[in-house]
């Protein structure tokens, strides 16, 4: 696999600036990075196999960004992008893995026959929709949701990034979990293994 | 809810967040004044905030599946010129996504496979490189051509082909509900794909109806030809059978015996797999009884279940769940029948076409693709179907392998046993003829039919002795026959000689051999060395070493026998003709054809003289000259022998018997150098039906007949059913012979250059090393079949551009073939050409 070099600081610089196809480029450079450490990071100390996205996210931007431009200003732009980079690569993931499931609708190239057991549970497509909604309702709550919880960001950085109070964002993050968390509780009812509460 | 309202839930949701109890409820019913919307909306977010958070458990689970899973690409990244565009699917091995070239030039799609596990990404992509030009050959409008292939940053192999839309054949027929004839239909055109492929030699290996989509208008697609060689450790790495395919990378349902049994791939292999999916496209059920899936069960059944009739299986199906009445209906809706009329429609001709198909012998089913597809033509129209027309060769083929024995004797009652080894006493062959007193033969016979018949349990119970197999039988009658110390020598002698020849005459060579060699002790002890008696042993012993490809240990024997002979007879005797005969044939089998020539002559004209023109022996010897002037290239003194031959022992012998078979291939040799392959054709699978039904279908003959078939079929073009030939013939031989004998030699020479034709240079070229290093050590070096294989690696060199290894190994050949070949043989002709192409 061989991509040309690319300046990633330079390309947050052209999205900051508004160019929409600096976004598409960038995806495959942070996807790949988040990835691999996050890889490293399940290897190395997380006995319970989750992530946590801050570190991750954090040592990523050390990698791609400061080593080459030390002082830049655009830090969270950098935790902006990777937050959307791993909502996306989540939900594509997802969606292909479904797709595989399913058989029937996706398009078919050749798969050898697999029987892996299906095991329902809520996902990230539901999440993924909800958020969607949400932000139609209220973009900035959404935005809030998406910078905190795939982004790994603080309320702190939050704030900076959307130049609002901290307090709005912890009250932001607080309705919006909660009016999410009941979408989601919709969802799970309906055909999915339900938890008791 | 307004954007208005919405304000309002949050501003309330706000100020209620952090109180608690009694003081939230006031609080909110305040806040609501008796909107009790507002209100149920506003308990729900407050109630949702004290529970559990969900949202965390979702992304991080999502998060760690998708860590776990090394192989995840998104859109852009890029793969050598190809960028991914959306990720299709996954399947056990790999992730397939859609992806375009990075290039831009053309909106190209393609289908970009990307493996799962680690193999060796280095090995695939070098043997990729060597195959390319191959799969590269591979245009064909119901094939996805194979594009690329590279390897990913971290290791992973990819393959790149064209993007195919559609739907797996099973389901695209059962959705559209196409009947029986549409269905052929399609299957035609899978089989032409196939075919295609196989003409140059590509065999697919995985053929399953997911490898097999039909697009929206109805075309069918071949997908990952060559794929599955490409994927296999095996290949590069061996010598000789470059063709065997790891069982982990099969689809079991789909696999021929011989993949799951790990021996030699072909395209027959493609042919029985074809088979599975016309099985289940007629008729809705998989070939095989199963009560599980396991990979095990599935591979015995292929191994070892004779596979049902589709027409019994389509009324009374296999697997439990589909076994209800409406399943069984709806299978036949699909077809637009019912199910009983379903049956009726599969009953006879497509049974017969599928099971054929399904054989477990290879040789058994289709020689190629196109048979296959023709059958179904001729049935689309009303013809009679191929697959049941030669079913005496065929007939419970693999039941006649595994119970050889007790079908070809023990179920035969004693006495046709013993009428049958009685006849083989006096039964003349190619290279034997005794022609004694009869009375001292018809006393040994008499012995000889005793000594069966003890063989068989009298006091046991009824019917016991009929279940004894014959190896059985044979191995008691060699057991009594050596330990014996009551008869006199020489029923010893013929007892041990009987044994030995019907231990012979099924081939089983080895056992045979100390059986005729104590014999002929014992005969030396009864009648003395310098008897006719003693000379028939000698010739009988020697007979057997040539059937060994032991000619050097043959040849004293012969002169011994020969010599004696005219001690006893004087000059001219019909047993001297038949030793001029043998020596003649000794060195015609070692390939000095010059020296053969006048020996065959002798013992034709003193035969002749004898016995007259048209007895048996005569022919014998006129046979065996046949054969010479072909191999001398005399086809037209050939053909003329042969058909003589051939009309008089029909006469004599009638038209089945086995010693048709020789003279019926020869003659099919000839044919074929007059370019007249489906005459030549025609006379071999005669010879072939004689010789499956005489001796069974792995008997060496039978590998004597399959080898010309491949020559013919390469001289005519059909490298793929000359590849699979030679490979047959090749498998019963090493089933009954030592590596170094010159019939596997020869027949490994003959596969050589049909891979040498088909531009597989590599394994060509290992396969010729072998074969000259085999002759050389055979001390047959520098004989014809010698030089054949020469001029091979060399015309291979000259293939390569290596005018420098060429030019020896073609001198050398020409030299070998001027010595033993006549100036005007086309071998010499063929050099000239060669050398003059060398030296330009």
Redesign the interface.
């Known amino acids: 696999?061989?991509?040309p070099e690319i300046d990633v600081t330079e390309l947050l610089e052209a999205w900051r600036g508004g160019d929409a196809r600096a976004l598409?480029?960038l995806?495959?450079v942070v996807?790949?990075e988040l990835?691999t450490l996050?890889?490293s990071y399940?290897r190395r100390e997380r006995p319970d196999?989750?992530?946590q996205?801050t570190a991750v996210t954090h040592e990523a931007y050390l990698r791609l960004v400061e080593k080459t431009h030390p002082r830049w200003q655009g830090r969270l732009h950098f935790f902006a992008v990777a937050a959307q980079v791993?909502r996306?690569?989540?939900v594509?993931?997802?969606?292909?893995?479904l797709?595989?499931k399913r058989?029937g609708d996706?398009?078919?190239?050749?798969?050898?026959?697999?029987d892996?057991a299906v095991e329902p549970?809520?996902?990230?497509l539901?999440?993924d929709a909800a958020l969607t909604r949400l932000a139609k309702?209220?973009e900035r709550k959404a935005k809030v949701?998406e910078l905190r919880?795939?982004g790994g960001l603080t309320a702190r950085e939050t704030a900076e990034v959307l130049e609002v109070s901290k307090e709005t964002v912890q009250?932001d993050t607080?309705?919006a979990?909660?009016?999410?968390?009941?979408e989601?509780?919709t969802v799970?009812s309906l055909g999915r293994p339900q938890e008791d509460? | 809810m307004t954007d208005e309202r919405w304000r309002r839930v949050e501003e309330i949701f706000a100020s209620a967040v952090d109180l608690d109890g009694a003081a939230r409820r006031r609080h909110l019913e305040h806040e609501c004044a008796g909107d009790d919307e507002l209100l149920r909306e506003l308990e729900g977010l407050l109630e949702a905030d004290n529970r559990a958070d969900l949202l965390t458990g979702v992304v991080e689970s999502a998060a760690a599946e998708i860590v776990a899973e090394r192989d995840t690409l998104i859109a852009g990244h890029r793969l050598g010129s190809w960028l991914v565009a959306e990720r299709l699917g996954e399947g056990g091995m790999s992730v397939v996504y859609r992806a375009t070239r990075a290039d831009e030039q053309f909106e190209k799609q393609v289908a970009l496979k990307v493996l799962k596990r680690g193999m060796d990404s280095d090995e695939i992509l070098h043997r990729f490189s060597i195959e390319r030009e191959i799969l590269a050959r591979l245009e064909h409008p119901n094939i996805a051509r194979l594009l690329d292939a590279g390897s990913t940053r971290d290791g992973r192999p990819y393959f790149v082909m064209e993007l195919i839309t559609g739907d797996p054949i099973d389901v695209y027929c059962d959705r559209r509900r196409l009947d029986i004839d549409q269905r052929l239909r399609l299957f035609a055109q899978v089989c032409d794909a196939v075919a295609h492929a196989h003409r140059n030699l590509v065999v697919h290996r995985d053929l399953k109806p997911s490898n097999i989509l039909v697009t929206e208008e109805g075309v069918p697609k071949l997908l990952d030809f060559g794929i599955a060689k490409l994927l296999d450790p095996e290949v590069g790495s061996q010598v000789i059978d470059l063709t065997v395919t790891p069982l982990r990378l099969l689809t079991p349902g789909y696999a021929s015996p011989e993949q799951v049994t790990g021996g030699a791939i072909t395209t027959a292999s493609d042919i029985y797999s074809l088979g599975v999916v016309l099985y289940q496209l007629l008729c809705g059920q998989r070939p095989y009884r199963l009560t599980g899936r396991s990979t095990h069960e599935v591979e015995q059944a292929v191994r070892e279940q004779q596979p049902r009739r589709p027409s019994t299986a389509v009324l009374r199906p296999s697997e439990p769940v589909a076994g209800s009445m409406p399943e069984v209906e709806k299978i036949a809706h699909q077809r637009g029948l019912e199910a009983r009329e379903l049956a009726q429609r599969l009953q006879g001709d497509l049974d017969a076409v599928v099971l054929r198909a399904l054989r477990k012998l290879p040789a058994a089913r289709y020689p190629s693709v196109e048979h296959l597809a023709d059958d179904l033509d001729r049935y689309r129209h009303h013809q009679p179907v191929v697959a049941r027309r030669g079913t005496l060769r065929y007939r419970g083929g693999l039941f006649l392998r595994r119970h050889r024995w007790g079908v070809g004797l023990a179920s035969l009652a004693s006495l046709v046993l013993i009428a049958f080894v009685a006849a083989l006493l006096l039964q003349t062959t190619r290279l034997e003829r005794e022609r004694e007193a009869s009375e001292r033969r018809l006393r040994l016979s008499e012995e000889v039919k005793e000594f069966l018949i003890d063989l068989f349990p009298v006091a046991g119970p009824p019917g016991e002795g009929a279940q004894l197999t014959a190896r059985e039988l044979l191995e008691r009658g060699a057991e009594r026959a050596t330990s014996d110390n009551e008869h006199p020598p020489d029923v010893r002698a013929a007892r041990l000689e009987t044994v030995g020849r019907v231990y012979q005459r099924l081939g089983l060579y080895q056992q045979a051999a100390p059986l005729l060699e104590e014999s002929l002790q014992e005969i030396g002890r009864s009648a003395g060395r310098q008897s006719a008696e003693y000379a028939s042993g000698l010739n009988q012993l020697a007979i057997l070493k040539v059937k060994q490809g032991a000619f050097e240990e043959a040849e004293p024997l012969f002169r011994e026998t020969l010599e004696l002979r005219q001690t006893l007879f004087g000059p001219r005797h019909p047993l001297i003709a038949a030793s001029l005969n043998n020596l003649g044939l000794l060195r015609h089998d070692h390939g000095d054809y010059f020296g053969a020539e006048p020996l065959y002559r002798q013992a034709v004209a003193m035969d002749t003289a004898l016995e007259g023109p048209d007895s048996l022996y005569t022919l014998a010897d006129k046979a065996n000259l046949g054969l010479l002037l072909y191999d001398l290239g005399d086809y037209e003194a050939s053909e003329a022998l042969l058909r003589e031959v051939i009309a008089g022992r029909q006469a004599s012998l009638g038209s089945t018997h086995e010693e048709l078979a020789e003279p019926l291939t020869q003659l099919g040799r000839v044919l074929m150098r007059d370019g007249r392959y489906s005459e030549a054709e025609g006379l071999m699978e005669r010879a072939l039906d004689i010789l499956g039904e005489a001796l069974g279908e792995d008997h060496p003959e039978i590998a004597r007949v399959l080898a010309p078939l491949a020559e013919l079929n390469r001289a005519r073009g059909d490298l793929a059913a000359a590849e699979v030939l030679y490979r047959e013939a090749l498998a019963i031989r090493r089933k009954r012979f030592a590596e170094e004998h010159p019939e596997i030699t020869t027949n490994l020479s003959g596969l050589a250059v049909v891979l040498l034709d088909a531009q597989r240079l590599n394994e060509a070229e290992l396969l010729l090393q072998q074969v000259i290093e085999s002759y050389r050590l055979n001390g047959r070096g520098d004989r014809p079949d010698a030089a054949a294989a020469l001029c091979g690696l060399g015309r291979l060199w000259l293939e390569a551009g290596d005018v420098a290894a060429a030019l020896p190994l073609l001198h050398r050949s020409a030299a070998i073939f001027e010595r033993h070949l006549p100036p005007e043989h086309w071998r010499n002709r063929e050099l000239a050409e060669l050398l003059a192409r060398a030296s330009e």
């Open positions: 696999m061989q991509r598409d480029l995806m495959p996807y790949d990835r996050a890889r399940l196999h989750t992530l996205a791993m996306r690569v989540l594509d993931h997802a969606r292909g893995r797709a595989a058989g996706a398009i078919k190239v050749s798969l050898e026959d697999s892996a549970q809520l996902d990230v539901d999440l309702r209220d949701i919880y795939f009250l607080r309705f979990r909660s009016w999410l968390n009941r989601l509780k799970s509460d």
